[in-house]
Nanobody
Framework: QVQLVESGGGLVQPGGSLRLSCAASGSIYTIYRMSWYRQAPGKQRELVAAKSSGGNTNYADSVKGRFTISKDNAKNTVYLQMNLLKPEDTAVYYC??????????????WGQGTQVTVSP
């Protein structure tokens, strides 16, 4: 089994920065796909950033130039560095990982979500 634990959310002023972490543990061979989503109150969940094993990276237009998705392979941890935060970035952020397990099985996993609030 694989578990994801998210951390790093919190309250930050506009213009500030946060780094979200998504630590994966368990029977992991490799993380081949990683994504971050967010859901604001009353809105649908939206894709914020995604990166595949091939290196292709996509960002929502609203976060381009401000957010960066990355991964530490040794720690099986995925990050979302968020700079120049705006009040409209306020949401619950979720990581989603595509994992190849040591058994050879491929599964998708979601983190529990972490609240990011951008407010003066």
């Amino acid at each position: 089994q694989v578990q994801l634990v998210e951390s790093g959310g919190g309250l930050v002023q506009p213009g500030g920065s946060l780094r979200l972490s998504c630590a994966a543990s368990g029977s992991i061979y490799t993380i081949y796909r990683m994504s971050w989503y967010r859901q604001a109150p009353g809105k649908q969940r939206e894709l914020v950033a995604a990166k595949s094993s091939g290196g292709n990276t996509n960002y929502a237009d609203s976060v381009k130039g401000r957010f960066t998705i990355s991964k530490d392979n040794a720690k099986n941890t995925v990050y979302l560095q968020m700079n120049l935060l705006k009040p409209e970035d306020t949401a619950v952020y979720y990581c989603s990982l595509g994992v190849i397990r040591t058994s050879g099985q491929t599964n998708d996993y979601w983190g529990q979500g972490t609240q990011v609030t951008v407010s003066p």
